[in-house]
């Protein structure tokens, strides 16, 4: 199978837009750029450029999303994937595309991503890969990112539960301004009221999901769904910024210079001022990253 083969298409091809869940199927299970063997290939290339991410054990989906570049006992990347079948084991691949390999397979899939994209929201840029190994039981624990995400499990199970992007119920405005702006999580906290507003969603080999760009989510697989000589979960995520997710991340940074002058302002999409916020917003963040050396986030 080559790469031009993958494909990832919608469950309801006629629904699909880029501005809420989406359920897909996709065929990057197939593929041998995802057997262990490979992605053990990967990690030691990955490693090189501090790309490998780990858990401490004992996180759970309330934990904070931190992640080390060290195995928490030490153990090296090919130690790591040799025992990967123990349970409780987790490693993270960030930015697949460091790799030519992987660079192709991304840029290969982005096509495909356009074509599902564009018609809701044109203009797809920087599409990057992450791909996340572990053994159950494990978790990922509640968070948000800035990009959009199609999310797609290639091996193994595993329960992955969504929220809306909108419910600002389970992440409040700020939460999510702070973390466009200054890539701080410390608002986005799981409680029992939080998990109860949450959709739980059993995904297996072939399954995926597309969420868009701040959209609440968190992982788990248990222990007892595996089967002799099949206790590894992996799933990838091929995530973009969009010039929507651009136009967001510019009211974000207008509306957090509002918040600190004692104003309530609307989240994106809320306001008709949206478009002046986001010219704001963009002056804002070119100013402080010319004046102050701010190295901001990405995707402004
Ligand atoms: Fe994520």
């Not at 065929?27 to 063997?37: G, I, K, R, S, Y």
């Amino acid at each position: 199978m080559s790469s031009t083969d993958l494909t990832i298409s919608p469950l309801d091809a006629g629904a699909f837009t880029a501005d809420r869940i989406c359920r897909t199927r996709h065929d990057c299970h197939m593929h041998p750029l995802f057997e262990l063997a490979a992605l053990n290939e990967l990690a030691r290339n990955l490693a090189r450029v501090d790309k490998c991410r780990f858990v401490r054990p004992g996180t759970t989906q309330a934990s904070e999303f931190s992640t080390a570049g060290e195995s928490p006992d030490g153990r090296d990347i090919d130690d790591v994937f040799a025992r990967m079948e123990e349970p409780g084991s987790w490693i993270a691949l960030y930015n697949i595309e460091n790799d030519p390999t992987y660079r192709r397979f991304l840029q290969e899939l982005t096509g495909n991503v356009r074509a599902l994209v564009e018609p809701s929201q044109p203009g797809v840029f920087n599409v990057q890969g992450f791909i996340f190994i572990s053994a159950p039981p494990s978790v990922t624990p509640f968070h948000i990112d800035r990009e959009n995400n199609f999310w797609l499990q290639v091996r193994g199970r595993k329960v992955i539960t969504l929220w809306d992007h909108e419910d600002r119920l389970a992440v409040p405005q700020v939460g999510v301004e702070e973390f466009i702006v200054e890539h701080n999580l410390r608002h986005v906290r799981l409680d029992d009221a939080v998990a109860a507003r949450g959709t739980c969603y059993d995904v297996g080999p072939g399954d995926g999901l597309y969420f868009p760009s701040t959209t609440p989510h968190m992982t788990r697989s248990e222990r007892t769904w595996c089967t002799p000589g099949d206790g590894i979960s992996i799933s990838i995520g091929v995530v973009f910024y969009t010039e929507t997710t651009r136009r967001h991340a510019r009211i974000h940074a207008c509306n957090a210079l509002l918040r600190r002058a004692g104003l309530a302002p609307r989240h994106p999409g809320h306001s008709r001022l949206d478009g002046a916020k986001a010219a704001l917003g963009l002056a804002a963040v070119v100013v402080k990253k010319r004046f102050r050396g701010w190295d901001s986030p990405h995707g402004f």
